[in-house]
């Protein structure tokens, strides 16, 4: 891949009932060259619009991949990465770090009725997950509006090293800063 590929990465932090989500764009060779912030409910639906406005927020047509830290943020605010990549027009690659037999027995201890009915129907929509391995690390992949094969081959592109994609670890330290100077406002 390109070294001037650029790809958006979202990650979140929360403490209280507010989760800050940060969208890094970063290329490549690393270099970080964007940066947008919005919020959503934890425990609530709203992360997925959150996503869209990021994307919007930029503005940026150079960034050719959407990457998303899981689908299930700010306590199991669950993101529907279809509609991401609809409103987009960019593939998107949900990443996590562990195995997992997925979320339904959480989702039923924490919610019941409409609440969990909603989370169900969205996670239901998503693409199952593929295990792939970068350098020595195992990490999880869905993804929507690109093949496997072309997912994997963005996340090895993206990931130099430490079994994280560069854009999710940048995202993920923009959004805790964000979340602590939010917090001391």
């Not at 070294?3 to 270099?31: F, I, K, M």
């Not at 997992?100 to 924490?110: N, R």
Request: glycine fraction near 10%.
């Amino acid at each position: 891949m390109k070294s001037g590929v650029r790809a958006l990465g979202v990650a979140e932090s929360y403490r209280g009932d507010r989760s800050t989500l940060a969208g890094a764009v970063v290329r490549a060779d690393r270099v970080a060259d964007g940066f947008a912030y919005r919020t959503c409910t934890v425990g609530g639906l709203d992360a997925t619009d959150a996503i869209v406005d990021l994307f919007s927020d930029l503005d940026r047509e150079d960034v050719r991949y959407v990457f998303v830290a899981g689908v299930a943020l700010a306590w199991y605010n669950v993101v529907d990465l279809r509609r991401v990549h609809e409103a987009t027009g960019r593939p998107v690659l949900s990443v996590t770090f562990e195995g997992s037999s997925g979320l339904a027995e959480a989702f039923a201890a924490e919610f019941e009725g409409e609440r969990l009915a909603e989370r169900e129907a969205i996670f239901e929509r998503q693409p199952p997950r593929e295990r792939i391995s970068v350098d020595d690390h195992g990490l999880f992949v869905r993804s929507v509006g690109v093949d496997s094969s072309e997912a994997r081959d963005a996340v090895r592109a993206f990931t130099p090293e430490g079994g994280r994609p560069e854009p999710l670890r940048v995202a993920r330290l923009a959004a805790r800063a964000a979340d602590g100077l939010r917090r001391r406002e």
